[in-house]
């Protein structure tokens, strides 16, 4: 799976977000990333604060672990995840 990596902080997770879902859920692959539906408007940085908190709940980790590397403002993502492993993230994403 392309779109999980180590990280030298942790795992690195590449996302394809698709803000104004009806519910936040894993949609499948596109273009290499994980795609992730998410029940926000792309308005005031508030789709990346419910994909933290989702990913947070689905992962099992503290929000303060999950850190956006690049996209803030965009579709594509790259995210930190610490503390955690490749089995548990994907045992957690992809079941």
Sequence with gaps: ?????????????LLH???GAKVSKIVGEHDGRLKIALNAPPIDNRANDVLIAWLSDRLDVPRKQIEILSGHSSRKKRLLIRGSTNEKILASLVS
């Design 17 to 19: 977000c698709q803000p």
């Design 1 to 13: 799976m392309d779109w999980i990596c180590a990280h030298r902080e942790g795992i690195a997770l």
